[in-house]
């Protein structure tokens, strides 16, 4: 599915109503490299899919044999109690249709309130990539992580939005109370625009390393956070799609095969 996926990436993440910004969706795409690299296998899930701008990336990152779980209340809309998005369901299935059509899609229609780990393991396995984008209440953002963090495989990674995003103070104040409750286990590990990526404390190290190397050229900063290192990469989003620009510009110059080639030499040292 990798052409499909940059075909998406390229023409149809724009054209979906949703909230996902270019580089993160490009930074999704490199934990999905590094998961399929290192034969991460497991189902993709997302909470909150609204008319599926993520749900497609994911979907299209998932391999043979792997489901893909959507949960959002849709049109039952009074269990949507912050207002956070306006799931359709008939769009959202267009838009996958559309893009995603090979992909085991499964639908669960109810609130992230409402459904437990035992049904998500049931309906697709153990998880190797989540995304949180549902209610953005503290108490939606606690219950959603926990959710993960019961279903999760052992090297997964839950993405979690609006971390930083001050119209949603809930989704801060409901992870800080997750992260200091001290039988929690998932713990932060990198952060891109609007995006913040949690794993399991054995999968830290492996994820940040893997990170640095593919996506050297947006790394930004290392900072401590919630006690916990973490490695920050491309939040300042018009100088992504100013260097994108360039770097497209440049490979389409006789010059590009043969830069491409030592950039590719350079990311093979730096990985020995
Ligand atoms: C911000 S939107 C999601 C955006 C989406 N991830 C994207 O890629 O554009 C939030 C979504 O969460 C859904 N939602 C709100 N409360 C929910 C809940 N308690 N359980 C499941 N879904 C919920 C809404 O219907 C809406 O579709």
Redesign the pocket.
Known sequence: MTAHRDRYLKRGLRRIH???SPYSAQFIRSVTDIQAQAGETGAVA??????????ILLALSARAGETVLA????DD?H???DQ????DRAVFQRNVQAWAPDADVKIVQK???DVAAADILAMCGPVRLA?I???HTEE?VQNDLRLFEATLAPRGVVIL?DYFNQSWPGVSSGTAQYLLDPTSRLRPFAISPNKLYLAFDDALAFYRAALRNKDAYYYERSARFMGCDVDVYGTHDHTFAFKRRLIDTVKRTPLGPHLRAIYASMRRQNAR
């Open positions: 949703g909230w996902l997302e909470i909150g899919v609204h008319h599926g701008k993520l749900f949960i959002d209340v849709f809309q269990l949507n109690v956070s998005g306006r799931g609130s992230s309130l995304s984008d549902g209610g939606c939005d």
